[in-house]
């Protein structure tokens, strides 16, 4: 069975299947249908819903509903994301589960409001101060706007951390056919919770019953209690020890931003989502996410429909960076041909995406730093890109199958 | 404010104060203090909101509930907690520099009257930063930045809360033997309360200013601001109003995937890409939306692109389709199969596609565009002549339907039942009688 839907619909379905129960935001195009849809839907699930007065409002009221226990989402554009920059560093401290859908507009400023674009790539990955991992996920279909919004609150759940689902004007707003089968329910689970206070503690010293805040193990985030909860809950965006209070002592400044890291660097390899599909001795291999994956995968068929071989990886998580399954692609099939003095069969890399050059950057940076590693001869690293509004066309892929075997 | 109290002597924990000697900021948390034994607020069940400034670390001396913001937002993160837990009692302590900074939240809780209890810590500049000055710095006010005194004039926060809605507010100073009290009557109070409390900075205010506790009044007189109660008016509180309002559809069925089970046939064996251009309000969006969901119905896929100027009721409506017995991955249209032009302003926005015609492809137009000179084979319908009633007005879905008919790439039938199954009423039956007339429509070949 099939349906007629677009992406901005399949999100609000995997926002309201994953539990969500609060929403903020305020209008910009392209992402005020999900406004819309979530005015609607939560309050018949039990949720609340607002629009906001600003969108630093809209974060800050999501951030503080998080703590108070909510599955928050918002939704944004471009503009909207630099009004978020302060408070996504706040998320990021507080340890808060959030998700944020970023419908990218071409361009800087006000930009093209309603073309498509994938400009955020790095803004989303570098958008506030201080510089800590952030986990981003990229549709490229809409039967993948509803399982990944799901698994954005997992792993927002997850790690508590703010999770981006970054998609685009032509993915959110276009009208598509999914198989329902198609649909993927990864589960959602719940972060994990404080166990209950030791019965009968009269004399109240919330900070011997619980810490709020644990960076042991490092790479673990801190059960969770509520406001309004059994426990007394200290949140702060400043630097803080374990029970909520500001620090500036260098060893628990230190663990404090080495947990913020590594609760996220070290669980990377965990976080690769990527649709790989690769071709022996393919000696192309094409990378890219969202809506320029769809004319990635059409050209991958065409090619190969002409005998020629082509390889392609389709990335969904984008941060962090799928650097096994890159790598995995560039040196795959043959595993080690270092008889060729290659990394695999692969000589060129070409990563399209409407930008330029957001992702190819770190595509760059993963192949060309594990050559010099290992003393090898990287594939080429290409990008195809484009900022007129226009997608990116199969036919810009097949020129470089065409002209390079 | 919730019902479950609590014997607490103190509300406090065993940190001393941060503050400069002398600093009314101290007073204020005391009488916070205060206030809380006397309601015997639930700790569990009541959250300090701080953000940024020397008043922002208050927080930490209390065994409530804590939340320590950034600079100017605790408004915004104390309605997020409110409106997901309203009978929590929400106390927010900012500065006069977070009354500036986030004044647009201010201005908007006290609009929404939703009830979080708000304590201005206001010392007339930014004590943390080095003495800056800040809204409520008084005009003359020497501070850092105001070095041969403040040429602007002082933000009223009081009056500007309460002419836009706050059910209570009050001005006092830390120096008031009555503020505990009236921090009670606030918390107790369902409405969005506001206490603008006047105090000194003894770092800066005070030096720079030769300021005193007595000047606390003499300069609130100079400037004709009010003390004591300046609002008291209990109106729907937001959080619970919010609710309530959600109630009343608690239950009804949310978003669902919503199945179109193909009980039509079609032979298309190719991808097929069809534009429609129209006007805005020419009803060229929901028509598109009937053939591609007719597509899907008779086992087909189907992807529609819309695409309008931002002010949707005037100029160009243009809708790209396009359907396939497989998955369609791209979705641009470089050259369509078949454009439908329904009105000048669609014609230009589609000049894109007719340029790209070949011989292959079919362009359906109204009479207007007899003459268009293109390689594509032309029909045009002519529904006035065939003396249809509305034809200008519902012209998209006359001419997607006759189109459609022509190119049989699915039974209209499956338009029909698009439009029986997604419309509603009278709409409904106004748009199949409309595709049963298209049927009739006079074509000449061009
Ligand atoms: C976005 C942002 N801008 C600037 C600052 C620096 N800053 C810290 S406290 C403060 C002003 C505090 O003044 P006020 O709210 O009056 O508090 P006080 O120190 O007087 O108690 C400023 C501007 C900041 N923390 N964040
Ligand atoms: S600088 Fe001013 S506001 Fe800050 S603690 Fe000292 S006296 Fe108080
Ligand atoms: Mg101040």
């Not at chain 1, 609150?153 to 329902?180: N, Q, W």
């Not at chain 2, 009670?184 to 200013?209: G, H, K, M, R």
């Not at chain 2, 300046?230 to 959600?246: F, N």
Request: hydrophobic share 45%; aromatic share 8%; proline share 6%.
């Amino acid at each position: 069975m099939r349906e007629f839907l677009d992406g901005a619909t399949a999100i609000a379905r995997g926002a309201l299947d994953a539990g969500c129960n609060f929403f903020a935001g305020y209008p910009i195009s392209p992402a005020t249908p999900l406004l819309l849809h979530m005015i609607r839907e939560l309050p018949k699930v039990g949720g609340v819903a607002i629009q906001a007065e600003d969108e630093i409002a809209s974060i800050s009221m999501c951030i503080g509903a998080a703590m108070t226990g909510a599955r928050a989402l918002t939704a944004t554009s471009g503009p909207g994301i630099s009004l978020y920059s302060e408070n996504i560093g706040l998320a990021i401290m507080g340890e808060v589960p959030l998700v944020i859908v970023d419908a990218q507009r071409m361009g800087p400023a006000t930009g093209g409001a309603t073309m498509p674009a994938q400009g955020d790539v790095q803004f989303v990955r570098w958008g506030t101060a201080g510089g800590y991992p952030i986990i981003a996920l990229a549709p490229s279909s809409v039967a993948e706007c509803y399982s990944l919004t799901r698994r954005a609150f997992d792993l927002a759940e997850r790690f508590r951390a703010p999770v981006f689902l970054l998609t685009d004007k032509a993915m959110f707003l276009s009208m598509s056919t999914v198989e329902i089968e198609q649909y993927e329910h990864p589960a959602v689970r719940a972060r994990a919770q404080a166990q209950a206070a030791p019965a009968g503690d009269p004399d109240l010293r919330p900070e011997e019953s619980f810490w709020p805040w644990r960076f042991d193990p490092i790479d673990q985030p801190p059960p969770f209690s509520p406001f309004g909860g059994e426990h007394i809950m200290r949140f702060t965006g400043s630097s803080h020890d374990e029970h909520g209070f500001l620090t500036k002592d260098p060893a628990r400044v230190g663990q404090l931003n080495e947990h913020l890291w590594r609760k996220i660097a070290d669980h990377a390899p965990e976080l690769e989502l990527v649709r790989a599909d690769l071709q022996p001795d393919a000696r192309t291999l094409f990378v890219s996410y969202g809506i320029t994956a769809r004319a990635m995968e059409e050209a991958v068929l065409v090619a190969r429909a002409a005998g020629q071989r082509v390889s392609a990886l389709t990335v969904q998580s984008l941060w962090p960076v799928s650097k096994g399954a890159i790598l995995a692609a560039v040196g795959q099939v043959t595993g080690t041909s270092e008889s060729a003095g290659h990394l695999g069969p692969v000589e060129r890399v070409v990563v399209a995406e409407l930008n330029l050059g957001d992702f190819r950057r770190e595509v760059e940076r993963v192949i060309y730093g594990w050559a010099a590693q290992t003393r090898q001869i990287a594939p080429e690293v290409v990008g195809i890109n484009r900022v007129d509004g226009e997608l990116i066309t199969p036919g810009q892929f097949l020129q470089f199958v065409t002209s390079n075997e | 404010m919730t019902q479950t109290t609590i014997t607490l002597t103190t509300y406090r924990n065993e940190r001393e104060y941060p503050f400069c000697p002398g600093c009314g900021h101290g007073l204020i948390l005391n009488a916070l203090n205060h206030a809380l034994i006397k309601l015997a607020v639930d700790p569990k069940r009541t959250v300090l909101v701080t953000d940024i400034g020397c008043h922002g670390l208050s927080d930490q001396y209390f065994v409530t509930h804590a939340f320590h913001g950034l600079h100017g937002r605790s408004i915004a993160y104390a309605t997020g907690i409110k409106l997901v837990d309203p009978d929590l009692n929400v106390i927010v302590l900012i500065g006069d520099g977070g009354a500036g900074i986030g004044g647009a939240h201010l201005l908007n809780a006290a609009r929404r009257n939703i009830g979080l209890t708000v304590l201005v810590f206001d010392n007339f500049n930014f004590g943390m930063t080095g003495g800056e000055h800040s809204v409520t710095t008084p005009t003359g006010g020497v501070t850092a930045t105001t070095r041969f005194g403040n040429l602007e004039r002082p933000l009223d926060i009081c009056a500007t809360v309460a002419v836009n809605g706050a059910g209570f507010v009050w001005r006092g100073t830390a120096y008031d033997k009555d503020l505990a009290d009236v921090i009670v009557e606030a918390v107790q109070s369902q409405s969005f309360a506001l206490l603008d409390i006047w105090e000194l900075c003894t770092a800066y205010y005070v030096p720079n200013n030769k300021f005193s506790r007595n000047m606390l009044t003499t300069t609130r007189e100079a400037l004709g601001m009010a003390a004591g109660m300046i609002s008291r008016a209990e109106r729907p509180e937001y959080a619970h109003a919010l609710r309530d309002a959600g109630a009343i559809q608690a239950g009804q069925p949310a978003l669902r995937p919503d199945p179109l089970i193909p009980i039509f046939a079609s032979t298309l064996d190719r991808e097929f890409r069809l534009v429609i251009a129209g006007s805005a309000g020419g009803k060229v969006r929901s028509t598109a939306k009937i053939a591609g969901e007719a597509a899907v119905l008779s086992g087909l896929w189907a992807t529609q692109e819309d695409s309008y100027p931002v002010t949707v009721k005037t100029g160009h409506s243009l809708s790209e389709l396009i359907f396939s017995p497989q998955e369609i991955l791209y979705t641009g249209i470089p050259r369509p199969d078949a454009l439908v032009l329904v009105s000048e302003e669609g014609r230009r926005a589609a000049a894109r596609y007719l340029a790209a015609m070949s011989a292959e492809s079919w362009l359906f137009v109204t009479p207007e565009f007899a003459d268009l000179e293109t390689p594509a084979r032309k029909l045009v319908f002519d529904f006035e002549a065939a003396g249809m009633r509305g034809a200008r007005k519902q012209a998209a879905l006359l001419m997607l339907s006759a189109a459609l008919r022509r190119l049989r790439l699915f039974p209209i039938e499956a338009c029909e039942e698009a439009i029986r199954r997604g419309q509603r009423g009278a709409i409904a039956e106004e748009n199949l009688a409309l595709l049963a007339q298209s049927a009739g429509v006079y074509v000449t070949c061009a």
